[in-house]
């Protein structure tokens, strides 16, 4: 079946370090694959979005690539602020015929904590 | 634009008292609905999930059960609670096309006493 594998964590930072979450999956189809936030108490919220191979995710100055041949998505920043302190996880969707649901496999979620 | 909306945000339960919490979407039709629990810790386990009014799909054997009464409806229910019940319950929706992500109401924080 379908699974993601994400570095757990905690990863701690200073403030303006580069943030590096490695995420990697195994798919049986065609998958979209995703990184969600989740703010202290709050649900999650789609951070940025790759539908096929080489496409680039981005937003907020977060990035991820789509990279099949290394079946990755890994998520990037330049720049970590205080504010970027949360929980972050990585999901597939798998791209399957037949039906209409899209049901999603997250990874276990990497916790990031950004010291000022 | 699409909504989603889930309350109680918090609550606070008995062992053995029943439970109903709701979920429901605002700005699409037809929408695949999700019912999520993350407890301690992170990560997150799908419990239910719906593609049409009535139409119930159960991931894990529990004590929940899970309805769709309206379209843009969906209600976590149990007749009696169990301490091991306790968690932050998450509603999603989803598009009907693969590509499309899931989005998710800012969820219940369920604590049974």
């Known amino acids: 079946g379908d699974s993601v594998t994400q570095m757990e964590g905690p990863v701690t930072l200073s403030e303006e370090a580069f943030l590096t979450i490695n995420c990697t999956y195994t798919a049986t189809g065609y998958p979209s694959l995703f990184w969600y936030v989740q703010y202290p108490g709050e649900g999650l919220q789609l951070l940025l979005k790759?539908?096929?191979?080489?496409d680039k995710g981005s937003n907020k100055g977060f990035e991820a690539t789509y990279r099949k041949e290394t079946t990755s998505f890994h998520l990037e920043k330049g720049s970590v602020q205080v504010s970027d302190s949360a929980v972050y996880f990585c999901a597939l969707s798998d791209r399957r015929s037949g039906g209409s649901n899209y049901k999603l496999t997250f990874g276990k979620g990497t916790l990031l904590t950004v010291n000022p | 634009s699409q909504t989603i909306h889930q309350w109680p945000a918090t609550l606070v339960q008995p062992v053995g008292s029943p439970l109903s919490l709701e979920c429901t979407v605002e700005?699409?039709?037809?929408?695949?609905l999700y019912w999520y629990r993350q407890a301690a810790g992170r990560g997150l386990q799908l419990l239910f999930y719906?593609?049409?009014?009535?139409?119930i799909s159960s991931e894990v054997p529990q004590n929940l059960s899970a309805s769709r009464p309206q379209d843009r409806q969906f209600i976590l229910s149990s007749k009696k609670l169990l301490l091991s019940d306790s968690g932050f319950y998450l509603c999603?929706?989803?598009?009907?096309?693969?590509?499309?992500?899931?989005?998710f109401g800012d969820g219940t924080r369920l604590s049974i006493l």
């Open positions: 790759a539908t096929k191979a080489d």
């Open positions: 719906s593609v049409g009014i009535g139409q």
């Open positions: 999603a929706w989803g598009g009907r096309v693969s590509n499309q992500p899931q989005h």
């Open positions: 700005g699409t039709s037809n929408p695949n």
